[in-house]
């Protein structure tokens, strides 16, 4: 497995967006060079997610809590979106990796 390429944190608000758009204050806007996938995890509060297109909200995606772990490839990085489920804010927190999605699973 490739080291880490770079560390990411964004802050999932009552706003549905991609970790890019809520990237706090420092990290990436978009996948870093060599990047190929980004493996997480989530905390400090619940959280739901869709990458087909559509914004989730609070009660509608697919709910993550704390402490679950997310894995994605650089495309689903751009593509899926987040929002909080209650009234505190959720954080993701990873690091991207130049391995392929289905390389870097089951290794971390």
């Known amino acids: 497995m490739g080291d880490p390429i770079a560390y990411h944190v964004a802050t999932i608000t009552d706003t549905a967006g991609t970790i890019f758009d809520r990237a706090e204050s ?6 870093p060079s060599m990047a ?3 493996a997480g995890r989530i905390t400090t509060a619940e959280i739901r997610a869709r990458g087909d297109g559509t914004s989730p909200t609070a009660s509608v995606g697919i709910t993550m809590k704390t402490d679950d772990q997310i894995y994605l490839s650089v495309t689903e990085t751009k593509a899926t979106e987040f ?9 993701i927190e990873g690091h991207f990796y130049p ?8 290794r971390l």
């Not at 420092?26 to 996948?31: A, E, H, I, R």
């Not at 489920?85 to 959720?90: E, F, P, R, V, W």
């Not at 391995?99 to 089951?106: A, N, P, T």
């Open 83 to 91: 929002i909080r489920t209650g009234s505190t804010s959720g954080v």
């Open 36 to 38: 190929n996938s980004f």
């Open 99 to 106: 391995d392929l999605l289905h390389e870097l699973r089951g």
């Open 26 to 31: 420092g990290f990436n806007t978009s996948p």
